[in-house]
């Protein structure tokens, strides 16, 4: 029997605990999460019906904390079904939902917490109440906090949630709320300071979950597999609305180390992903395949020729030739050995976050896996565009969702409007002001070209970089096609008011090790090292025009976290502190120039 879609519309929904009110009535006994029990040491089902039981519940102790409609509450958790029923429960009573990154600073905790007046804070683990250990006198203005699991710190304001779950008596429904009401304060990565507080109304988050729906069948039968952050926007839209909206199962990965694994035993049909872990995968094959015999070679790279070309007529953008009577084959002997490690029974994987290098797209396409790229941001919550299956450009983000504007601005910056806008910054009207013009268009700071409808990101409008020739550089691509090279790990290019492009790349430890002893370089910073380094990255960029050169190098072997202030909880590079940190090593590529 062919697949029906189950799609509840924003109308019906009314609201977000209206949606997932909905989703129980229609869909009570159907598996919605799958989430792995370490005590019992296997995956546990939960039904829409359990789901809501426990909404119920977890409500009415929300209430009878004393908490009022509007009050804050955060979450610090990482993807478990926890996460779903405490958010249903709070919004459900009216509350506004705070969502913290798991691997968050202390200092980013405590600002945020401060800045939405947090009421009530629910924690996950041991390893939470540590981060949380350093900023103790800051949490006595909390009027609880809620610990899933066991822990050996204390606070005096925290219950462990089983003896709190139990200590709740009687039920109650959820509240009727306007749609346009707050119902998260999502706050940004912060890459040049403080994270502003971005406020979305149920409105905003059920509109673009239902334009999502839109661009592709979604179904009852479907399972995503979650493990980027649900602190995410990207992550909370497209694996965990979206398939409310659509009635899917969410299987929650038991961590980023296990992905391969949880790949294997779950069997995703649908995936939510960036482009990172693309590039990894990509990177190991291409790492074994230079392992492999000549021929191996020569059939995986005549599977990615033919596989993409069958990929372009399939669109309707190539004509039919010889060679694609070899593709069904191709697809038998090499490509499928590869994407049966992804599951099998992947039909789509949503890439987003971040540009995913067309290399890489390329050719996990030409495999046979269905990739859209998209793009967006928190403050249009958040997804803008993606590709559509019978209209897929990987090297675009795609094409604008159905009930969203698009425009380019002064100096081509992409400019949205439609029902997904922000209702604007916490505190921060001039941002706001900044953000959002009287017309209603939210400016991205992105630089955009469209072409047949398809979106094009070019750069950042703050992140240009001027050389002291008066070019203008757009440092993202360059620092894409970079990473490709799997000794590099992570790369920021550099060159604001000097003569030349440099870069300071982060250089894979066991890629190097092997390198190094192969070339006899005596320290990654030799000069030897560093003209071997320009070499691969020259490789890289041989498509790009002549600006792009990579004239010095500056390498190391610290990667780059969220630990020492170096990336965000969303993997964005913080280009200032990096540039504060290598600022004498910056400066000597440009001595005597």
């Known amino acids: 029997m062919a697949n029906l879609t189950d799609v509840i519309t924003p109308e019906i929904a009314g609201s977000l605990p209206g949606l997932f009110a909905e989703r129980v009535k229609r869909s009570s006994e159907a598996i919605a999460y799958r989430a792995y029990s370490k005590p019992k040491a296997l995956w546990v089902d939960y039904t829409w019906a359990d789901m809501s039981e426990r909404v119920d519940k977890v409500r009415a102790g929300l209430l009878a904390e004393g908490l009022q409609q509007g009050d804050c509450i955060a979450l610090l958790m990482s993807n478990r079904p926890e996460w779903v029923v405490f958010e249903q429960a709070a919004l459900g009573a009216g509350l506004v939902v705070i969502p913290l990154y798991p691997n968050d600073r202390s200092e980013n905790i405590s600002y945020i917490l401060k800045d939405a007046n947090v009421k009530l804070l629910i924690i996950e683990a041991d390893e939470h109440c540590k981060t949380l250990k350093s900023i103790r ?48 304060i999502v706050y940004t990565s912060g890459t040049t300071g403080r994270p502003k507080g971005v406020m979305l109304s149920h409105n905003n988050i059920l509109y673009n979950a239902y334009a999502c729906s839109q661009c592709t069948g979604f179904y009852p039968t479907d399972n995503f597999l979650s493990f980027l952050p649900l602190s995410h926007m990207f992550e909370r839209t497209a694996g965990y609305y979206l398939p409310l909206m659509t009635g899917a199962t969410v299987t929650y990965a038991r961590s980023i180390d296990q992905l391969s694994e949880d790949l294997l035993e779950i069997k995703p049909t649908i995936f939510v992903t960036v482009p990172r872990i693309f590039e990894r995968v990509h990177k190991k094959i291409t790492t074994q395949l230079k392992e492999k015999s000549p021929v191996a070679q020569y059939l995986f790279h005549k599977t990615i020729d033919i596989g993409w070309h069958f990929f372009r007529y399939q669109q309707n953008k190539a004509s039919w030739h010889p060679k694609l009577l070899f593709h069904p084959l191709l697809q038998i002997i090499v490509a499928k050995k590869i994407t049966r490690k992804l599951g099998g029974k992947l039909r789509l994987a949503i890439s987003g976050g971040a540009p995913l290098s067309i290399e890489v797209g390329k050719t996990f396409i030409a495999l046979g896996l269905t990739i859209t790229q998209g793009y967006g941001m928190t403050e249009l919550s958040p997804v803008v565009s993606t590709n559509l299956l019978h209209d897929n450009e990987p090297d675009s983000v795609g094409q604008a969702l159905f009930n969203v504007q698009v425009k380019l601005g002064e100096h081509d910056e992409l400019c949205v409007k439609g029902p997904s806008v922000m209702l604007g910054y916490l505190h921060n009207k001039q941002a706001t002001k900044k953000c959002i013009d009287e017309e209603g268009w939210l400016h991205t700071g992105d630089i955009a070209k469209i072409i047949d409808s398809h979106i094009y990101i070019t750069g950042r409008i703050k992140e240009i970089l001027v050389l002291s020739n008066g070019e203008k550089i757009p440092p993202a691509d360059i620092e894409m096609a970079i990473s490709n090279e799997t000794l590099i790990e992570q790369v920021l290019v550099v060159g604001e008011g000097k003569p030349f492009l440099s870069a300071i790349c982060v250089l894979n430890e066991d890629v190097w090790k092997d390198l190094s002893t192969q070339h006899n370089f005596d320290s990654q910073n030799c000069a030897a090292a560093h003209d071997f380094v320009k070499a691969l990255i020259k490789k890289q960029l041989l498509s790009f025009p002549g600006y792009a050169n990579i004239y010095g190098v500056h390498t190391t072997l610290e990667p780059w976290t969220i630990d020492n202030g170096l990336i965000t909880p969303t993997l964005k590079l913080k280009r200032k502190y990096i540039l504060d940190k290598y600022h004498a090593e910056v400066e000597a590529l440009y001595e005597g120039h």
């Open 137 to 184: 006198t800051q949490l006595e203005n909390l009027k609880r906090i809620i610990l899933l699991e066991q822990s050996n710190e204390s606070f005096s304001n925290m219950s462990q949630y089983e003896q709190w779950h139990a200590s709740v008596t009687g039920s109650t429904t959820a509240e009727k709320l306007n749609g346009d009401t707050v119902a998260t």
